[in-house]
Structure formats: C-alpha cells, structure tokens
C-alpha cells in the first residue's frame, strides 16, 4: 500500500455479472486502471466510489 492510498469501491460487469470490488489506490484513475490490469482489459467499468 502507498502513501496517501484511499479505499474505493469499483462496480464492474465481467463475463455478463455485476460485481464490486475493493481496490486500494490514490486516485480513482489508478482503481480504474488497477481493475483493468487485474482483469486482463475483458471488463466494463460502471462506476468508481470512494468508500468512506
């Protein structure tokens, strides 16, 4: 984990199902493209929230 990192929450559609992982990251850019590494490119982001 790095300074400054904040949790967020991610939705995300991969092979047709809805699901929300827990990303740890500094800015809602790097969840997103943290998520895309972790799935190889083969998901659709919907939405991307910080958790409080």
């Known amino acids: 984990m790095q300074c400054g ?3 967020f929450l ?3 559609e991969h092979n047709g199902e809805k699901k929300q992982v827990q ?3 500094r800015s809602s850019v790097r969840a997103r493209k943290t998520v ?3 799935y ?3 998901v ?3 939405s991307v929230k910080e958790e409080k």
């Open 5 to 7: 990192a904040r949790c």
């Open 40 to 42: 190889e490119d083969a």
């Open 44 to 46: 659709n982001i919907l």
């Open 36 to 38: 895309r590494i972790q």
């Open 23 to 25: 990303v740890k990251a």
């Open 10 to 12: 991610v939705e995300i």
